[in-house]
């Protein structure tokens, strides 16, 4: 039971933390609260208009279906709310978390909104929405996705029916894994991070400058593009040898011998003579 359900004084309180509380039915409008967890309950119908609020985590709540108009709301995470339908605009807001929120199908435009999520909802499409820096729709059924001019990072993993991925300059992250349409990826300057393993009809990708993070496994692209760098075949080569050792019943026997020599009565803290351990290495056998 939450300190509503107790009946408690609730004057002067700035952040209230309800969440979980299996009573819990409706939320009283308290004045001056900035901060608002009522996620996880069950029973939660209503959420009251409080003005002044800026921080409002109402996620998993079961029998949610509507979001009111809080003017001045910064945060809302409202998330895994399967009755929720649509999210009102609203001026100010600055991070949105509406994944896995099977009933909506809109976005709307609000102006100053800097992160996006909304996982695995069935939209086909979004709004432009200048300023943005974040953007989530894994899993959605989003066609294209617009030219977001400042946006840094974007993840579009497992999304069918996306085909093309925006050429927007600055962007600096890039997930677009599992995505059965993507055919190419464009070169965007300053792109750091790039993910897009299991794209089975990506058959190009181009050469970028400053690339930290590169993971391209179930792409049949690096083995048909010969422009590419060599180093990163070697990798590719590099992997598939490890990976057949790490498999292999040679290494499952090396292991089994190098066990009871780590735990030999005479290696002082795991270390053997050199000699000792010339011996016992030149001893072992690698057939399979």
Known sequence: MCIICRN????????LDCSGCPLLINIPIIEGLQELDCSNCPLLIHIPIIEGL???????????????????LQILCCFDCPLLTTIPTIRGLQILDCSFCPLLTTIPHIEGLQ??????????????????????????????IPQIEG?????????????????????QILWCTECPRITSIPLINGL??????????????????????LSFFGCKWIESNEEYDDAIKK???????????????RLKKLIQQLVPLYYHPDAK???LDKLDIMKFMNGISFKS
């Open 269 to 271: 803290g795991g270390y």
């Open 54 to 72: 800026q921080k409002l985590y109402c996620f998993r709540c079961p029998l949610l279906t509507n979001i009111p108009t809080i003017e001045g």
């Open 8 to 15: 408690e004084n609730l004057i002067d309180i700035k952040e």
């Open 235 to 249: 990798l590719l080569i590099l992997q598939r040898w490890f990976k057949n050792l790490l498999q292999s019943r």
């Open 151 to 171: 946006l840094k990072e974007l993840h579009c993993n497992n999304c069918m029916l996306l085909s093309s991925i925006p050429q927007i300059e600055g962007l």
């Open 192 to 213: 750091q991070t790039l993910s897009c393993f299991k794209c089975p009809t990506l058959i190009t990708i181009p050469q970028f400058e400053g690339l930290r993070r």
């Open 115 to 144: 992160k996006l999520m909304f996982c695995e909802c069935p939209l086909s499409t979004m709004p432009l929405i200048e300023g943005l820096q974040k953007l989530d729709c894994s899993g959605s059924q989003l066609t294209s």
